[in-house]
């Protein structure tokens, strides 16, 4: 058995699953698959992944990040991004400072946001 090659599903607790299903597809522009048997509210992501909402009104956000998605020119999607509304995190921490929405980690950039229950969203663009 190897897990490295089984597709992943990201699951993140909402409290109101209309709301968040529409800032994850009408915001972030991500496919909406359906809604599993389950009851959650399945995404498409590149390759085998997925991301899945699970409607839980006593859901707390996670303090660290939930999930990150790969891109190619983060400069050009944090502008798409809040063209749409999104506010991006300003960090002025020891180990973590942000210029312009943007903080450079080694061979990445990354860039964070929250959806609608306050979970940390990061985007990540590789350097090399």
């Not at 190897?2 to 993140?12: Q, Y």
């Not at 709301?19 to 972030?28: A, G, K, P, Q």
């Not at 999930?67 to 050009?76: H, L, P, T, Y």
């Amino acid at each position: 058995m190897s897990l490295s090659s089984s597709p992943l599903t990201t699951i993140i607790p909402v409290t109101d699953g209309e709301r968040s299903r529409h800032f994850y597809e009408d915001t972030l522009g991500l496919p909406f698959q359906g809604q599993a048997t389950d009851g959650n509210m399945v995404f498409t992501l590149a390759g085998s992944g997925a991301l899945a909402l699970l409607s839980d009104p006593d859901a707390k956000p996670s303090p660290h990040t939930t999930a990150s998605f790969e891109v190619r020119d983060i400069a050009g999607v944090i502008t798409e991004l809040g063209a749409k509304g999104v506010v991006f995190e300003e960090y002025d921490l020891p180990d973590l400072k942000t210029v312009d929405h943007v903080c450079v980690l080694g061979s990445e950039k990354a860039a964070w946001f929250k959806d609608p229950d306050g979970n940390i969203l990061c985007l990540h663009e590789n350097l090399t």
